[in-house]
């Protein structure tokens, strides 16, 4: 999970360790693929804003990982705006799936 500051899309620093740990295990297994759930706003915020915010969260996770050497065709991209039931909406789950 890499939580944003709110109304921010900027990939805080606090996450960049997470996904580079992500990023090596990926390399040494072909079968992972990772699915990012991008969330943003509140029950408030334009379902539109907070669909696109969510979706440029989710962009700059996935260009770090692509930067940091894992395929694109290895990430799905989900940008759910303010449809979440969590505590922290302003956030990127990211889920490794082996296939």
Known sequence: RIVFDADSS???Q???DALLDISRKMSDRDTLRLQLLAYAGTADTSASAA???SLSRALAV?????????????IDVRALGNKSTDAISERVEITVIER
């Open 62 to 74: 996935r260009s770090f990982l692509i930067e940091n050497g894992v395929r694109s065709t290895r």
């Open 51 to 53: 669909r696109r915010l």
């Open 14 to 16: 606090s996450g960049r």
């Open 10 to 12: 900027k990939l805080p």
